[in-house]
């Protein structure tokens, strides 16, 4: 909490503020799993989420993937800003999920 109430610049406050927000929904979304009692790496609920991984670990500039479902992608290290984000509910991993099946 001192981190939130001290002295942050404009873009330290909105990155935060991001972070914050991403966090509570990441904790919302183990908190669903461990009382759906997810226990599989191939179960539904794990393998709707939206995920980051590294390709091979042993090479050098090895590439970062984005994986949901069945669907793999190269992440290419977009940038689309820094906004305040303002909610992050189940219906927006639905449109990830739809999005990224597409």
Not at 7 to 33: C, N, P, Y
Not at 37 to 60: G, M, P, T
């Amino acid at each position: 909490t001192a981190l939130v109430r001290g002295e942050l610049t404009k873009l330290q406050r909105m990155s935060l503020g991001a972070l914050i927000t991403l966090d509570v929904h990441a904790r919302d979304v183990l908190d669903s799993m461990v009382e759906q009692k997810v226990s599989s790496e191939h179960d539904f609920k794990w393998i709707s989420q939206l995920r980051y991984a590294i390709d091979d670990w042993d090479v050098q500039d090895s590439k970062t993937l984005v994986i949901q479902v069945d669907s793999q992608f190269d992440y290419g290290n977009e940038y689309l800003g820094n906004t305040m984000r303002l909610v992050v509910t189940p219906l927006t991993d639905r449109i990830y999920l739809t999005l990224t099946g597409a």
